[in-house]
């Protein structure tokens, strides 16, 4: 009974930890666990090839450990004095060669997968070349080929190769989707990082900023969104179609001489801040805020609320955030709130 | 301490005759290692960042004159002749000869610093200032860095000739002194010449 | 005159502030480095409440940066290197047989330096923010345009004058061990504490200024309009990165080696057995050392720095694995056979084995540069350094801690508590940090302040603050011990773990003011091992009785650091009065130092009598 006991403890730590490792793999759309795309899967292979060599490694130095620490405790009262070994040239020979061979195995994959994300796509006609510019803490996308410009959302085909070309506006960000692509820095500059992948999948993907940059730094995530061909060919469109501003004339002034001034809606506006073309059928807004019409938790509502929520105190959302509180009536709020909610693209 | 040592009576390299010595002279070297490592670092930085000129601003190669460059580095490759004269007579117990030397080499210093003053003076009036350019910063803050380190070596060489023409003599207390602020001042030396052929001749050339 | 016993000698206070006794300035390191540690401790622990639920708001987003901020620089630069330099000074002299450090006077400036430059760090909690750039401060971040207030000059000040302090502390201890070893000791005789002493301060030597150059620059630049890191001005802002880095990585191995070095005495005399494989252990610690040096890009994969030096860097930072297998499979060999006692100590240090391996295996996984796009900057890497640093460096601290406590202060500490503290402290570590892998390769990144609601971190940041918790109440338990202890009376004996091999265990606990009565005669490695088991109670004496020269305490060290502390301020405020004189009492100490020789004072053999023998 005692013994059952002692074997059953003895397994409790490994059933936890397989049950923990199960449940940790995280959100498919989120997890590095879980790659939704060639490079991801071959990051992925990559690091399951060095986590099977290191399990192997840890396994065989527990192992030894274990043996050591209950074999050899000293007994009560025990005088003796242990032979005093100086060394052993074959042991110390062998746990010198099998690590290098471990390594061995695991840097010639590591050379190859170096080599092979680095390929430069950025002059392939048959990619999709967008240009990533990060914002303290916004996420821009031009797409050249199309003389498009869009914020916190990338929506890409899923059957291109997607061509990254990254920098910074401001500070030190880095460009990360862990279910996608792993990630790049953002330097300063004219130093641009390049950066390829393919999201054969359709569906939406988390990307967030990995580099400290600032208060909200933790809040900086965009979405990638993957549609197919025809959806993708749809959205170029709407997006450089005219927008009608509203049709309230004071609501229009107040848009235009308010947001305007930053933002752009189709053709009005400026584009040196977040362009708000089509902000009705983004995943969310301000990349946190994520619209739903089932909230299940603080940072959901739908497009509208979460409009509201932002525009009425953006730095309550966002600290540092450079979009200032901007001074609206309360009608007026509700009615760019409800007029920027229906900005809805269709594709 | 100082009364109860005869001159003639001194080891011949007084320097390395007591542990105290001994620690002092390597302690120095290691200490010119890790300056090695900062020159380096500095020169570095100068190197990536040499040609980020800007517009409108004076370039390496118009502001460079080579012809008090060259004064300057001559001077101050025979400021170290004249010390390692200043440690020969050291060694020799010449104490008079010693400190007359290590004059000579305080006098070149002074004579360094007051051209590297009278150039920094003229490139700042030609629009070449700290804040100008990446490039600007990093040549004043690496050839500045020298600078100092040369103004720093005459102060202290110049308090140890004090020291031992007034009150204290040569003694295996003073000798280490002298012979670490040699060795300092050949470091600086070798730096210049790094800094007159990385920063002027390179600068002259590319 | 010349047996100077007109020399001042103080007490009290001012002793603790003249004193360049190395025993007693590990002493105040120890006191002010564990005063750092329980500051940084306590950072951690409001990063942990801050993050123990999604969208928390226990502490605002500025106010967060400042913690992560603090938390690694204190941890790094205040806590982990001078308990290291406690641990250094108390031993490293005893373990070669010397009476002092060959530059006691400067080790004391080490000291002082280091404490003014922290204290001067954490002064800007109180004077409108904290530095908040991460305890890397990488511009254009830590720049004016984008951190205005004054917090990052806090960090460049701060750090510059400690580690002027690190440097010189650095290069007294190479000096030491080359110059200062009994007769007999040679290189290939020195304790394995002493080696990885030794390789540490080289790196020191060589990294630092490095640092020094990146902190000049980023000053420079905050302070007097420079342009090294302003983009717009054809400034660079990777080249911080790797200026960063080339200190920072050697870094990590400075941190580390004299764990290993902690380790290796502990196990060794707890298994009653020679160190397994000596000389492969000290080219396994020079290996690390240099390696150390070429693999600072591994931090920087994914700054686009193009496939052939992500290749080179990959490789050559897989290679270090190699010689700390050695290590690892020398530890297990020396227990092997051995007759090990679990003494808290040891338990620390027996600890430290596997959590090591784990932390070093992340490491190797790091490493692959293209997997590393995945990890870099995400909680993955959070958990890998805090496996090697906490896992690794705290453990083999507070073994060493537990081990040498009886030299360093006549006490023992208690086992009961110690056990507790150990057990407490390892459980609480691994559930911390263990998790945090998991956490990063969901996808969550490091640094943040606050993490979505349903992305599935909850549990494990719930999980993860829960252990810090118990690595806190360990580290309140090791505290009660020390108090505990300090009303014990002084009864530790010269060798108290019976087991002791190596030349600190043949003099009293503490040990005397001059260390070694007579010098001792080493006539191989371990060398009071070799003696008791030819049955010799204690060392052959290398010379006769006589008077032994000791240096004068000094009150300029102290001064000379408040001088920096002084002129600190005055950079950072453009106060340039108060800069001048800053500088100018600093340059004062150094002039008096020049003028006045310092003749020291003997202690003669009749009063080595008294003293020596321990009562």
């Known amino acids: ?56 490694v840890v396994i065989v130095v527990f192992a030894i450990a274990l043996y050591v620490i209950i074999r050899f405790r000293r007994r009560p009262g025990d005088k003796t004095v242990p032979v005093q070994v100086e060394g052993n040239h074959k042991l110390e020979v062998i746990w010198t060669v099998i690590p290098i061979i471990l390594l061995i195995i695991l840097g010639v994959p590591t050379i190859k997968t170096v080599f092979g994300l680095a390929e430069d796509y950025t002059k392939d006609p048959n990619a999709v070349q967008v240009k990533v510019t990060a914002h303290q803490y916004w996420w821009e996308f031009e797409y050249p080929t199309y003389e498009i410009k869009t914020a916190q959302e990338l929506l890409i085909p899923d059957d291109a190769v997607i061509s990254i070309e990254a920098k910074t506006a401001d500070v030190l960000h880095s460009f990360w989707i862990p279910s996608l692509a792993g990630k790049i820095d953002t330097n300063p500059g004219g130093n641009v990082n390049i950066m390829y992948f393919e999201a054969p999948k359709q569906g939406v993907y988390l990307g967030k900023c990995a580099e400290l940059c600032g208060p909200s730094h933790s809040l900086m995530d965009f979405k990638v969104k993957v549609v197919d061909r025809a959806s993708f060919e749809r959205w170029v469109v709407a997006q450089k179609s005219p927008v009608a501003l509203p049709a309230d004339q004071e609501i229009a002034d107040v848009l235009t001489n308010q947001c305007l001034s930053c933002h752009a809606v189709g053709a009005n506006g400026g584009l040196m801040y977040p362009n708000l073309t089509g902000i009705g059928s983004r995943e969310s807004v301000a990349g946190i805020l994520i619209n739903t019409d089932q909230p299940e938790y603080a940072n959901e509502g739908s497009v509208e609320e979460n409009l509201k929520k932002w525009i009425k105190d953006p730095e309550a959302i966002k600290p540092g955030t450079l979009m200032p509180k901007v001074d609206l009536s309360e009608q007026q709020l509700d009615a760019i709130s409800k007029y920027l909610a229906d900005l809805k693209l269709d594709y | 301490m100082s009364a109860s040592h005869v001159e003639g009576k001194l080891p011949h390299e007084p320097e390395k005759a007591t542990l105290e010595g001994r620690n002092k002279v390597l302690g120095f070297w290691l200490f010119l290692g890790g300056e090695t490592v900062l020159f380096g670092t500095l020169f570095s930085a100068f190197l990536a960042l040499r040609h980020q000129v800007g517009d409108g601003n004076p370039t390496a190669d118009e502001l460079f004159k080579l012809s008090t460059v060259a004064i300057a580095t001559a001077i101050l490759l025979v400021s170290s002749l004249t010390s390692v004269f200043a440690i020969q007579a050291m060694h020799r117990n010449q104490v008079k000869a010693m400190l007359n030397w290590l004059i000579i080499t305080v006098i070149l210093g002074f004579g360094f610093l007051g051209l590297e003053i009278y150039e920094f003076y003229e490139y700042v009036h030609e629009g070449h200032k700290f804040s100008t350019s990446a490039f600007s910063t990093s040549f004043y803050t690496l050839v500045g860095f020298h600078g100092a380190h040369v103004l720093f070596g005459v102060l202290w ?40 052929t990385v920063v002027y001749l390179m600068g002259k050339v590319g | 005159m010349a047996h100077g016993h007109a020399v001042k000698r103080y007490s009290g206070l001012m002793d603790w502030l003249t004193t360049v006794d190395h025993k007693k300035i590990g002493i105040l390191y120890l006191i002010s480095g564990g005063f750092f540690f329980l500051v940084g401790g306590l950072e951690a622990l409001l990063i942990r409440i801050q993050l123990w639920k999604p969208l928390n708001d226990f502490v605002g987003a500025d106010t967060y940066n400042e913690l992560l901020t603090m938390h690694g620089t204190t941890m790094i630069f205040l806590a982990a290197m001078p308990l290291l330099f406690a641990l250094m000074n108390a031993i490293v002299p005893l373990q070669i047989g010397a009476r002092d450090v060959a530059f006691p006077f400067v080790n004391a400036l080490g000291f002082w330096t280091f404490f003014f430059g922290g204290v001067l760090l954490n002064v800007s909690w109180f004077t409108g923010g904290a530095p908040d750039a991460g305890w890397t401060s990488y511009a254009p971040l830590s720049t004016t345009t984008f951190s205005s207030d004054h917090g990052v000059d806090y960090y460049v000040l701060g750090l510059q004058i400690a580690g002027i302090g690190t440097l010189v502390g650095g290069i007294n201890f190479l000096a030491t061990i080359i110059n200062m070893r009994a007769p007999g000791m040679s290189f290939m005789r020195m304790p394995m504490f002493t080696w990885t002493a030794f390789i540490t301060s080289a790196l020191i030597l060589f990294a630092f200024p490095a640092l020094t150059v990146g902190l000049v620059a980023l000053m420079f630049d905050r302070l007097f309009s420079g342009n090294f890191f302003e983009v717009s001005n054809g400034g660079n802002a990777v080249l911080w990165e790797h200026i960063f880095w080339i200190f920072g990585h050697p870094e990590v191995y400075i941190l580390i080696l004299p764990a290993f070095g902690v380790i290796s005495e502990v196990i060794s005399t707890f298994s009653r057995k020679r160190l397994f494989g000596y000389s492969s252990m000290v080219f396994a610690t020079v290996l690390i050392g240099f390696l150390g040096f070429m693999v600072w890009a591994h931090h920087m994969f994914t700054v686009g720095l193009g496939p052939v030096a992500n290749a080179l860097f990959s490789i050559a930072t897989m290679l270090i694995a190699v010689p700390t297998g050695i290590k690892i499979f020398n530890w297990l060999f020396t227990m092997w056979g051995g007759s090990i006692r679990y003494t808290t100590a040891n ?23 293209p997997a590393d796009f995945q990890y870099h900057d995400s909680y993955f890497v959070v958990a890998h350094f805090h496996y090697v640093i906490v896992g690794g460096l705290i453990l083999g601290i507070f073994s060493g801690l537990f081990y040498w406590w009886p030299k360093m202060f006549g006490r023992m500490l208690h086992e009961g508590w110690g056990k507790l503290c150990f057990w407490t402290f390892f459980i609480g570590f691994h559930l911390t940090f263990f998790v945090q892998h998991f956490l990063g390769l969901m996808g969550m990144p490091r640094r943040v302040w606050q993490y979505l609601d349903g992305l599935g971190f ?72 070799k003696e008791k088991m030819e049955g010799k109670k204690a060392m052959t004496p290398a010379e006769p009785l006589g008077p032994i020269h000791m240096p004068s305490p000094s009150i300029l060290p102290f001064v000379m650091s408040v001088g920096l502390f002084i002129a600190g301020f005055g950079l950072m405020y453009h106060w340039h009065i108060v800069t001048i004189a800053g500088l100018g009492i600093t340059l004062l100490c150094m002039f008096l130092r020049s003028v006045y020789d310092d003749h020291g004072f003997h202690i003669e053999p009749d009063e080595l009598q008294d003293k020596g023998v321990k009562g």
Not at chain 2, 171 to 189: E, L, N, R, S
Not at chain 3, 497 to 524: C, H
Request: charged share 15%.
């Open chain 3, 347 to 369: 338990l620390f240090a027996v600890g430290f084995v596997p959590t090591f391996v784990m932390g070093g295996v992340t490491g190797v996984m790091l490493a692959a540069a």
């Open chain 3, 458 to 529: 909850n549990n494990l940041n719930l999980i993860s603050t829960i252990g810090a918790m118990l690595m806190g109440l360990g580290t309140v338990f090791f505290i009660i011990n020390v108090i505990i202890t300090a009303f014990k009376p002084r009864d530790a004996a010269n060798d108290p773990w019976e087991d002791g091999r190596t030349l600190e265990w043949t003099i009293s606990s503490p040990a005397p003011e001059y260390n070694f009565a007579q010098t001792p005669l080493v006539r191989g490695y371990d060398a009071y091992w």
């Open chain 2, 157 to 196: 060489i110049t308090l140890l000739i004090i020291q031992i023409s007034t009150k204290k003599g040569l003694t295996v207390v003073t000798a280490p002194k002298v012979y670490v602020a040699g060795m300092y001042w050949h470091f600086i030396d070798v730096v210049w010449v790094f800094i007159f």
């Open chain 1, 1 to 56: 009974m005692m013994n059952r006991w002692h074997v059953l403890k003895r397994l409790m730590p490994l059933l936890a930890g397989m049950v923990l490792l199960l449940s940790a793999c995280g959100r498919a759309d989120l997890s590095t666990l879980r790659p939704q795309g060639p490079v991801a899967e071959e990051q992925f292979g990559l690091m399951k090839l060095s986590i099977t060599i290191m399990i192997l």
